[in-house]
């Protein structure tokens, strides 16, 4: 039996009458999406049509996930709610702070011994306010949720990024920080700006060499890193009822890699088999009986173009392999000779040095399953890997299964290393170097879903390009980036020239599921008795003191730094070896802004303070600021804060005394994120004002005591030299928003309604 199956046939006991009521009021067919936005209102029963990318709406998500680096402090925050239990299902996984390094076993038993402290305190935490937790080992979070809390019609929040994964199960799943999570989780709405609506209509069928992974990388060719900011991407078509739930997942995933509020698919076949396979029949024998109201109404899909704000059309038996990258997940290149060609022309490295098989977006047992066919084939063909190998299941589900299948043993016969369940190389947790900074300039393939520069091993020479399992697999045993299954030989041991066959596997496991423990656990009926302690002199923890209002007067702030080019939320605040510092405000805030480039000399971590004139480190520039009671504001580029999920990318800056961030434009959770905390989130009104910005310069806020929605703020930009200019800052901040602001944080606010 499914995880919460009464609050489920709850949402589905209320759809009927909420979508019925939703097109009468739209006056239209409606969509997938849609239709469970309109159907999780705050208030109910639709009374109104909303405009898309305008009106801010109030939603009732069913369920709350967070991860173990994030729900550090989306639980500490929660603490300060003044609630006694969690107002949804919600839980926390343990996935991000085990470093892969020596194997599963030893890594595992690692990250116990090293974040005990951590783990306890979320235990701790979840048990007393009726959370749901899954300890280390259990698995990735996403992976997770797949197989034991999505649902098809459903909305949920999750304070990690790629929350989105559900959307192969057919729900609206959104990444969101921390702030977000609280509000959820202490009974109270949650605002989100009505999405547009991108639709991909998926036509012809995938073959041979090419997965699901593929189309997501070609998607992000078309939209690139921010082309779905502030939208819904639904899949539909022929192609996408004939792929697998689990495939739908990876499309899915990785639509937070194009600045997606989240990607969708409408319930079909696949979904049901994948509820039946996770022995939540009861949830689909629910979704069955509503099932016309889980995905897009007939004409929708009929006629696209009059229902969304945007269509795209991939032809899946057109669509090849593909490899994104370096340093970015919207540079798509086809295998082979036109990898030979981008290579050669920017000095890429050809040789592979690893192949890493996992993450959120592809550690299903189909994904291992269609690698472990590409690896079978090398022990059979007499091939050894030329590229190290690695692998990460994606749950102990997963992993226990396949490993009950032969799957890793074929694995481990090409002496790849087995890694725990859990992100390890995907999130920067990776120990492939001793001294990362100095490190060679190399090529390395992963089915993950990130790879800017840093992002999997903390080498900024690493090149790393994104590709689906089974391609990964055909890559590390080639050992060259350029290598095309299709059309390649590879000679083997005994001097012969053989080929490749195409990867073949299970869309699900033929003798089914099994775990002997998946790793729950099912938090005390009362936890009132529960008692959470942070030692005072932790390293790791520590208890948040409420920020104070910046207030509506700003004069003679200072710029920190002008980021130059992509910033993204691992420039602003750095994962890897950081993840320990993740509950501990002061002591992570020591990596704010560390790999943003500074403008004025291109270098990072190297800015100028205009106390003393000298050039030093951002937070230690900073806290001297704080210190001298001066405030700052920070200056970006387009698409400021993409990637993760992280609110420590805003909390730090916030923490540290920075009062404005002002860009020519934020990744949508970035930008919520800041405006969560109390801080003034604003863009150029004309973009070519980013280059009137000076390292000396002071900024002075003509009439923010007149901070109103739809109005733009004045700057007065003073130079050094005396000179000024006067430039328009716009917003997007909402009356509620002002309030938060005005009370220093939502949280403050939360905090205030609830005393």
Request: one cysteine or more; charged letters at 20%.
């Amino acid at each position: 039996m499914a995880f919460d199956i009464d609050m489920i046939k709850k949402v589905y006991a209320n759809v009927v009458e909420r979508v019925d009521k939703a097109r009468e009021i739209t006056g239209k067919p409606l969509t997938l999406a849609e239709k469970i936005l309109y159907s999780h209102l705050w208030d109910g029963t639709p009374t109104q049509a909303f405009t898309r990318g305008k009106d801010y709406v109030d939603f009732a998500p069913d369920r709350v996930a967070c991860q173990d680096a994030t729900a550090q402090m989306a639980l500490l925050q929660f603490m300060q709610a003044g609630k006694a239990k969690v107002a949804v299902p919600t839980t926390v996984h343990c996935d991000h702070l085990i470093q892969a390094k020596l194997g599963a076993s030893h890594d595992l038993q690692h990250a116990i011994n090293t974040s005990n402290e951590v783990f306890n305190f979320l235990e701790s935490v979840s048990n007393k306010y009726g959370i749901g937790f899954w300890k280390p080992g259990a698995g990735i979070i996403h992976q997770v949720v797949l197989e034991n809390y999505a649902f098809p019609g459903g909305m949920m929040i999750g304070t990690d990024s790629h929350t989105v994964n559900a959307g192969g199960l057919g729900m609206v799943a959104i990444g969101v920080g921390g702030a977000d999570a609280v509000d959820v989780m202490a009974g109270m709405a949650w605002e989100l700006k009505f999405p547009k609506l991108i639709g991909v209509r998926l036509t012809g069928k995938l073959s041979g060499w090419t997965a699901p992974k593929d189309v997501i990388l070609k998607v992000a060719e078309i939209l690139t890193v921010k082309g779905g900011t502030g939208a819904i991407v639904e899949y539909f078509g022929s192609g996408a009822t004939a792929m697998s739930c689990t495939g739908k997942g990876t499309i899915c995933n990785m639509g937070a890699e194009i600045g997606a509020t989240t990607s969708t698919f409408g319930y079909d076949d696949s979904m049901e088999r994948y509820l039946r396979a996770t022995e939540r029949a009861d949830v689909a024998d629910a979704a069955n009986e509503v099932k016309d109201y889980l995905t897009a109404d007939p004409e929708v899909y009929a006629n696209p173009e009059q229902y969304f704000d945007q269509v795209i059309d991939i032809n899946l038996s057109e669509l090849g392999p593909l490899l994104n990258g370096p340093f970015t997940p919207d540079l798509s290149t086809n295998v082979g000779g036109e990898m030979t060609e981008k290579a050669t022309a920017n000095d890429w490295p050809l040789e592979v040095e690893w192949g890493l098989i996992g993450s959120c977006t592809n550690s299903s047992y189909e994904d291992l399953s269609r690698a472990s066919s590409i690896a079978q084939q090398a022990l059979d063909k007499g091939l050894k890997t030329k590229a190290e190998f690695g692998i990460n299941p994606g749950s102990e589900q997963v992993r226990y299964t396949a490993e009950r299948d032969g799957i890793l043993e074929v694995f481990e016969k090409l002496d790849a290393k087995i890694f725990t369940n859990a992100c390890g190389p995907c999130i920067g947790q990776w120990a492939r170097y001793e001294d990362p900074k100095n490190a060679p300039k190399n090529s390395i393939v992963h089915s993950f879903n990130r790879n800017f520069a840093k992002r999997a091993d903390g080498n900024p020479n690493t090149h790393a390009f994104v590709a689906s399992p089974e391609l990964t697999a055909a890559i590390a045993i080639a050992g060259r980036l350029d290598f095309n299954p299709i059309t390649d030989s590879l000679v083997n041991e005994n001097g012969e020239e053989v080929m490749l066959d195409e990867p073949t596997g299970w869309e699900l496991p033929p003798k089914g599921f099994e775990v002997k423990d998946n790793g729950y656990l099912e938090p005390v009926a009362d936890g009132s008795g529960v008692e959470v302690v942070v030692d005072p002199n932790s390293e790791r923890l520590e208890l948040l003191t409420p920020f104070e209002p910046i207030g509506d007067e700003i004069k003679g702030a200072k710029l920190l730094i002008k980021a130059f080019g992509k910033c993204t939320t691992d420039h602003i605040s750095m994962a890897g070896p950081w993840l320990r510092y993740r509950g501990h405000l002061d002591n992570i805030s020591n990596n704010c802004l560390i790999g943003a480039v500074n403008a004025y000399n291109k270098q990072t971590n190297f800015v100028k303070s205009q106390l003393d004139g000298e050039y030093d480190a951002v937070p230690k520039t900073q806290r001297a600021y704080k210190a001298a009671g001066i405030p700052t504001i920070v200056v970006g580029d387009h698409n400021y804060g993409e990637g993760s999920s992280r609110e420590h990318a805003a909390m730090e800056p916030r923490h540290l005394g920075v009062v404005a961030v002002l860009v020519k434009s934020f990744a949508r959770i970035h930008e919520t994120n800041l405006k969560k905390q109390g801080m003034l989130g604003l863009t150029f009104a004309n973009e070519n004002d980013y280059d009137l910005i000076q390292e000396d310069d002071t900024f002075n806020f003509l009439d923010l005591n007149e901070f109103a929605p739809g109005k733009p703020l004045t700057i007065e930009v003073v130079h050094a030299d005396g000179s000024k200019d006067t430039i328009l800052a716009n917003h997007t901040y909402n009356d509620s928003q002002i309030e938060w602001y005005k009370a220093g944080s939502a949280l403050n606010l939360i905090k205030a309604q609830n005393a």
